[in-house]
T-cell receptor, first 111, second 111 residues
Framework: RKEVEQDPGPFNVPEGATVAFNCTYS??????FFWYRQDCRKEPKLLMS???SGNEDGRFTAQLNRASQYISLLIRDSKLSDSATYLC????????????FGTGTQLKVEL | ETGVTQSPTHLIKTRGQQVTLRCSSQ?????VSWYQQALGQGPQFIFQ???????GRGNFPPRFSGLQFPNYSSELNVNALELDDSALYLC??????????FGQGTRLTVV
């Protein structure tokens, strides 16, 4: 079983749609959680951290369920510029940033 | 711009050769992590350096080795290159426990 599992997609959605991505992780000792965005042939960039209380940044909402070891990302009012691969990332901790990435979910927003 | 620079950006090597990839970390960051991203996969943690010492290693063979210098820049060395080593190699710099900032990566092709 992979440490971080995501549906690879692609998710093809029309502009303005709401889309949700899900992710599960296997290590119950994981301490911090993130969503990264990666554009084609570019480096990953931090989109947002994820907390149990949930957090929102504009059109993006992230949620963590520690009991189910489940992380979600909701994108409202999708824009063409949201087209990218979204990576679910977990940090088991123990010092430093040894990040474990999922395979990523590809999103294509279309006119 | 993250302030993390990697060189070279692209590289073609022959199977069996050795390669050295370089990373300059963001000013003030004392931790550098290296990741390998194969096509269609998420980045995989290779190892991390903190204050010139290896501080954790992923599931990679000993022919993957590294160094961190007093100015916190880093090198990744790969010996006896194999075709499967073809990937995007990403360097991330951070403070211990802080947000990781990625460089643009080095795309290595082994033929």
């Amino acid at each position: 079983r992979k440490e971080v599992e995501q549906d690879p997609g692609p998710f093809n959605v029309p502009e303005g749609a709401t889309v949700a991505f899900n992710c599960t992780y296997s290590n119950s000792a994981s301490q911090s959680f993130f969503w990264y965005r990666q554009d084609c042939r570019k480096e990953p960039k931090l989109l947002m951290s994820v907390y149990s209380s949930g957090n929102e940044d504009g059109r993006f909402t992230a949620q963590l369920n520690r009991a189910s070891q489940y992380i979600s990302l909701l994108i409202r009012d999708s824009k063409l510029s949201d087209s990218a691969t979204y990576l679910c990332v977990v940090n088991v901790g123990g010092g430093g940033n040894k990040l474990t990435f999922g395979t990523g979910t590809q999103l294509k927003v279309e006119l | 711009e993250t302030g993390v620079t990697q060189s070279p950006t692209h590289l073609i090597k022959t199977r069996g050769q050795q390669v050295t990839l370089r990373c300059s970390s963001q000013s003030g960051h004392n931790t550098v992590s290296w990741y390998q991203q194969a096509l269609g996969q998420g980045p995989q943690f290779i190892f991390q350096y903190y204050r010139e010492e290896e501080n954790g290693r992923g599931n990679f063979p000993p022919r993957f080795s590294g160094l961190q210098f007093p100015n916190y820049s880093s090198e990744l060395n790969v010996n006896a290159l194999e075709l499967d080593d073809s990937a995007l190699y990403l360097c991330a710099s951070s403070l211990q426990g802080g947000e990781a900032f990625f460089g643009q990566g080095t795309r290595l092709t082994v033929v």
